[in-house]
């Protein structure tokens, strides 16, 4: 399974746009890249998900390098809400079961 | 909505005892999926299913046992307890292809 990179730990403040980076310089071309965050005492929540697009969702917007190797989660007006830890995952196009591979995640922490 | 439901949501278990782990989901998916997070880790896939009748491993599966006899439920049963089995587990359910729903966890301690 190709693997991701992300920072351990970010830190912003409330109404402020909120950058959340994703390397995976492995990527295949039939990847798609997902986000999913995991409030705290909660189960993961699927947060978006693209291939070659930037794609936009009433919850965050996900902008993806040209060359596939990174990608950049935005989440555009931080709530203290949004205080989560976040996973960018690579899922292959073709396959039964959606193994999903959860790295350690970015803990994001949001400030009043 | 219901969605995906876990029972129950903590248990204290002794080592070497058993229990069963509940998860029912009425989204009429037909993949469903056990995963353990462990403090401060991702998670990781014990086992999944991809219907009734259907199972098979997933990254750790040791010490762990499923079945599915009905497309609504997926329990998981873990046989003779150890202190590594600690951590929280949580259950998922999707279309093929599509997105997975979790439920909120079961937390489970093995002294």
């Known amino acids: 399974d190709a693997k991701t990179t992300q920072p351990n730990s970010m830190e912003s403040n409330e109404e402020e746009p909120v950058h959340l980076p994703c390397n995976h310089s492995?990527?295949?071309?039939?990847?798609?890249i997902h986000w999913y965050r995991q409030l705290p005492s909660q189960g993961p929540e699927y947060v978006i998900h693209?291939?070659?697009s930037n794609v936009n969702n009433r919850m965050a917007s996900l902008a993806i390098a040209e060359d596939r190797k990174s990608s950049t989660l935005i989440l555009h007006r931080a709530t203290l809400r949004d205080a989560a830890v976040y996973y960018c995952?690579?899922?292959?196009?073709?396959?039964?079961?959606?193994?999903?591979?959860f790295g350690q995640g970015t803990r994001l922490t949001i400030n009043p | 909505n219901a969605g995906v439901t876990q029972t129950p949501k903590f248990r204290i278990l002794k080592i070497g005892q058993s229990m069963t782990l509940q998860c029912a989901q009425d989204?009429?998916?037909?993949?469903m999926y056990w995963y353990r997070q462990d403090p401060g880790m991702g998670l990781k896939l014990i086992y999944y299913?991809?219907?009734?009748?259907?199972?098979d491993k997933g990254e750790v599966p040791n010490g762990y046992n499923v079945s599915r006899s009905t497309t609504e439920d997926f329990p998981l049963r873990l046989e003779l307890a150890a202190p590594s089995q600690t951590s929280v587990y949580f259950c998922?359910?999707?279309?093929?292809?599509?997105?997975?729903?979790f439920g909120d966890g079961t937390r489970l301690s093995i002294l």
């Open positions: 998922a359910s999707s279309y093929v292809g599509e997105t997975q729903h």
């Open positions: 492995t990527i295949s071309g039939t990847d798609y």
């Open positions: 693209g291939l070659t």
């Open positions: 995952i690579l899922r292959p196009l073709i396959q039964g079961a959606q193994k999903l591979v």
């Open positions: 989204m009429n998916h037909n993949y």
């Open positions: 299913s991809v219907g009734a009748g259907i199972t």
